[in-house]
């Protein structure tokens, strides 16, 4: 089929995208349900952190306009989200410097019938769901013949920054505006995308809104009301909707856009230095602020103290982090470090004392770190110190010889270190690792009270050899 269309016919570039044109109107199945469309410039320091977030929250397409003068540093920094049979960005330099709505319209024509549902978004702007659901659980919440989404602005602040720091934005910025702002970004039904009237008035602030563009439009708040007349005689109806009653903090507590223009005092010129061409002009407005109007700017954006993006982000890239280690993190503190040790015996000539040391050293090797003599129910014992709530201990086995030494053996608890109880007995014929990844490890969420833990070897008489002993809990102060 030919990739021209005959701009008189009703299937023109003013009235269909491309796709959906030269099929007659008919619109092909999406390869994906939610996508976001960016122009980019100066953002190669960023834009990996933007696109891991925004496919953590569920976004599973972004289509990436480059308008940097040479696309190349964006290209490498982009690289890992292009490879694979599916990769997660269409990367598209657009060489015109600010022509923004140009970009948009690229998209409109050639990528948009690829998706269910889009929003144009920026490279400063963070899609915020509270709640912690993926968006496909958020977007389930809202009645299925809702057309788009309005998603109300509110602006993150420098958090005191004199230049940008090194790292996460989302991590270095915690302070915010008190409320939101009137301005949204709209997720949008591809379907219902008013295509030939953004052909015909391509000055629309399409990324802001679709209203004005057609008013039939269903569209919702993130609080499930309609927006209709929203966008009439802005802003002050747009200020009059937000300030009945608290909805414009309840909007907070749902869903918003995380808008980080200003990271440092520096941020007002480098808006104007990174280019004043096209869509960039309004750009102009932020260097010509006087020392006064940016600390008063400062003041506005870092007025509340707020953790919801960063404990997200931190949590997220923890639980991931975390997954790849052989031994998965204690949900409690270590208490064993530096504590005193002692065990039955010593097949060493540095003695017991020193002996039992090695087990709390933090240097598993894989090896025997204590030795007691052969005997009857040899024993390795802590003393924390004072009476702690233990929760999890891990005990790391010797894997070159005789791992099965430890296929019987008790746990045993004391707070005086005279009287002991008996809280685990091990009876299997199975056997654990060490260093490997395959440690044995005790849980309890109710948790043992004990100062002393002790590891006693049951059966025959035989060793205690371990590589390493691990102590998990906290403070007991009842």
């Not at 995208?17 to 619109?27: L, T």
């Not at 122009?39 to 972004?62: M, N, P, T």
């Not at 912690?132 to 919440?141: A, D, N, Q, V």
């Not at 390795?380 to 791992?403: M, P, T």
Request: charged letters at 25%.
């Amino acid at each position: 089929m030919s990739a021209f269309v005959d701009k008189n016919n009703l299937n023109s570039y003013s009235s269909l995208p491309r796709v959906v044109a030269e099929n007659h109107g008919r619109w092909p199945e999406p390869k994906y349900r939610f996508s976001l469309a960016a122009c980019a410039r100066w953002e190669a320091r960023y834009i990996s952190e933007w696109l891991s977030y925004h496919r953590s929250i569920g976004i599973e397409h972004v289509y990436l306009y480059c308008n940097d003068d040479d696309p190349a540093e964006l290209y490498q920094a982009v690289l890992p989200f292009l490879t694979g049979n599916e990769p997660f960005v269409t990367f598209v330099h657009y060489p015109f410097q600010g022509l923004q709505f140009q970009m948009y319209f690229h998209f409109a024509r050639n990528y948009i019938h690829e998706t269910e549902w889009m929003m144009f978004l920026d490279i400063d702007e963070f899609f915020f769901i509270r709640s912690g659901e993926l968006l496909g659980e958020f977007i389930e919440s809202f009645p299925s013949n809702m057309d788009a989404l309005y998603i109300n602005w509110c602006s993150f602040g420098s958090n005191g920054h004199k230049t940008r720091p090194v790292g996460s934005v989302l991590l270095n910025y915690t302070k915010r505006e008190k409320t939101v702002t009137p301005f949204t970004k709209v997720l949008i039904k591809s379907k219902t995308f008013p295509y030939k009237e953004f052909f015909e008035n391509n000055n629309h602030p399409i990324q802001h809104d679709y209203t004005g563009l057609n008013k039939n439009l269903i569209c919702r708040n993130t609080l499930g009301e309609d927006m209709a007349g929203y966008y009439d005689n802005f802003p002050w109806s747009a200020w009059g909707m937000l300030n009945d009653g608290d909805r414009k903090f309840r909007i907070l507590d749902v869903a918003f856009i995380a808008h980080f223009n200003i990271k440092s005092d520096e941020d007002f010129d480098l808006r104007v230095k990174r280019g004043l061409h096209g869509d960039y002009a309004a750009e102009k407005m932020w260097g010509d602020k006087s020392e006064e109007e940016r600390s008063d700017f400062h003041l506005l954006t870092n007025a509340v103290e707020d953790y919801g993006l960063h404990d997200y982000w931190h949590k997220y890239l923890s639980d991931k982090a975390w997954k790849t280690s052989p031994f998965p993190a204690s949900q409690w503190p270590l208490i064993s470090t530096n504590c005193k040790t002692l065990q039955s015996s010593s097949a060493h000539p540095w003695g017991a004392e020193a002996d039992s040391q090695n087990l709390i050293n933090r240097r598993p090797n894989g090896r025997s770190q204590a030795h007691t003599e052969k005997e009857e129910q040899p024993w390795w014992q802590i003393d924390l110190g004072s009476v702690n709530c233990i929760q999890e201990i891990r005990i790391f086995n010797r894997l070159d010889v005789a791992l099965e030494r430890m296929c019987h053996f008790s746990l045993f608890s004391s707070l005086d270190g005279e009287n002991w109880n008996e809280f685990y007995h091990h009876n299997s014929p199975e056997i654990f690792g060490g260093i490997d990844g395959t440690p044995f490890i005790w849980l309890s969420d109710a948790g043992v009270k004990a100062r002393f833990m002790r590891v006693v070897v049951n059966g025959e008489p035989d060793y205690l050899n371990l590589d390493q002993v691990e102590v998990y809990g906290f403070p007991d102060f009842s």
